[in-house]
């Protein structure tokens, strides 16, 4: 009898570091279908904002070599279940019902348009922060914290992935490993 107590701690101690890694997986799960919501809805507006501008384009009324916007969207897979957050309210599902005379299409584009503000919404907090502390090197980490993204690897790198979009068009400098400051004004 003197074994079977240990091999049911063993068994008590695996179970409860089974279910601590079922809650940091569920977390790091939430924080990564967060990520690629705002990367899809960055990609779509980039890809409508590529096809205008090829409309625009004199040569692309002249030239059938045109490069022309690539959808990159699986087709044949499912979008991964998500679980209800906050804003999934009974009045918001009733919100699209209670506009019948609204096509599919004004729909569609209604939501990109919401997920895109919310997706810019990130680079105007972040070019306000970096108004703020001007000439000073700051982290990602701490440009996170500031802006209250903080509370997972999925939102520090969202983050991150947007300064260093901000740095590749001018916006704000890398000044050396991981440390950023506000581009300086001619």
Do not use: C, W
């Amino acid at each position: 009898m003197g074994s079977v107590t240990p091999t049911a701690r063993n068994i008590e101690i695996t179970a409860e570091s089974l279910r601590e890694d079922l809650a940091r997986l569920e977390v790091q799960k939430q924080a990564l279908e967060r990520e690629l919501s705002a990367v899809t809805a960055h990609l779509d507006s980039v890809q409508r904002a590529l096809s205008a501008l090829q409309a625009l384009m004199p040569m692309a009324a002249s030239s059938s070599a045109a490069p022309t916007p690539v959808d990159v969207r699986p087709t044949a897979e499912p979008a991964p279940a998500r679980r209800a957050t906050p804003a999934d309210t009974p009045e918001d599902a009733g919100e699209s019902r209670a506009r019948p005379d609204r096509t599919d299409a004004e729909a569609e584009a209604e939501a990109e348009a919401d997920s895109a503000s919310k997706y810019g919404k990130l680079t105007e907090q972040i070019l306000a922060y970096f108004a703020e502390v001007a000439d000073t090197d700051v982290r990602a980490r701490d440009v996170a914290a500031a802006l209250g993204r903080d509370t997972d690897s999925g939102s520090i790198n969202a983050v991150r992935s947007t300064l260093d979009r901000l740095v590749g068009t001018s916006r704000i400098r890398r000044v050396g490993r991981g440390l950023y400051r506000a581009a300086k004004r001619p």
